[in-house]
T-cell receptor
Framework: LAKTTQPISMDSYEGQEVNITCSHN???????ITWYQQFPSQGPRFIIQ???TKVTNEVASLFIPADRKSSTLSLPRVSLSDTAVYYC?????????????FGAGTRLFVKA | NAGVTQTPKFQVLKTGQSMTLQCAQD?????MSWYRQDPGMGLRLIHY???????DQGEVPNGYNVSRSTTEDFPLRLLSAAPSQTSVYFC?????????????FGPGTRLTVL
């Protein structure tokens, strides 16, 4: 199973850029990398997904090096409302991606 | 669209009681799954289904049963509740379950077993 490793927690201040790196050494050729965000007392929600190089949307950017063994979620100019847990996921290609593995995630705390 | 709905929002059980957590989605998704999340922890997959009539086990299936008689519904049954099953339970769905699919999560059911 393709598992991921992320920092347990990070602190930041409002207005700063935050980069959260995820390691996934066993990523399979057909796997995509997906990031979710979870606020307290809510279910996770999709942020961004990518396969290689760089992906950007209105919320974040995702940087993936050529070897795809890691990825970095970049949140530009964070605000207090970005305080949440961020999960990096890699689909399990052995079962067609059905057995999604959530790690412990990274708890981001944004301070004023 | 209501998305993914879960009932109840909160539940307290005594050890040994049984109950069913309900999950429904109105997006015509084939893939549905159940996760549990213990305090301060990530989500762990309990069971999943790739379509009506098809279910399979996830990481932590013991003590739970599922069935999928319709595309819309995916109930989770606790056969004999134990304090170790105190957790928040999330149901999720996606179009086909592939690693590129976005999963949509319900609001969760907070279960306490005394």
């Amino acid at each position: 199973l393709a598992k991921t490793t992320q920092p347990i927690s990070m602190d930041s201040y409002e207005g700063q850029e935050v980069n959260i790196t995820c390691s996934h050494n066993n990523i399979a050729t057909n796997d995509y990398i997906t990031w979710y965000q979870q606020f307290p007392s809510q279910g996770p929600r999709f942020i961004i997904q990518g396969y290689k190089t760089k992906v950007t949307n209105e919320v974040a950017s995702l940087f993936i090096p050529a070897d795809r063994k890691s990825s970095t979620l970049s949140l530009p100019r964070v605000s207090l409302s970005d305080t949440a847990v961020y999960y990096c996921l890699v689909g399990d290609a052995n079962t067609g991606g059905f057995k999604t593995i959530f790690g412990a995630g990274t708890r981001l705390f944004v301070k004023a | 669209n209501a998305g993914v709905t879960q009932t109840p929002k909160f539940q307290v059980l005594k050890t040994g009681q049984s109950m069913t957590l309900q999950c429904a989605q109105d997006m015509n998704h084939e893939y549905m799954s159940w996760y549990r999340q213990d305090p301060g922890m990530g989500l762990r997959l309990i069971h999943y289904s790739v379509g009506a009539g098809i279910t399979d086990q996830g990481e932590v299936p013991n003590g739970y049963n599922v069935s999928r008689s319709t595309t819309e519904d995916f109930p989770l049954r606790l056969l004999s509740a134990a304090p170790s099953q105190t957790s928040v339970y999330f149901c999720a769905s996606s179009f086909s379950g592939g690693s590129t699919d976005t999963q949509y999560f319900g609001p969760g059911t907070r279960l306490t077993v005394l």
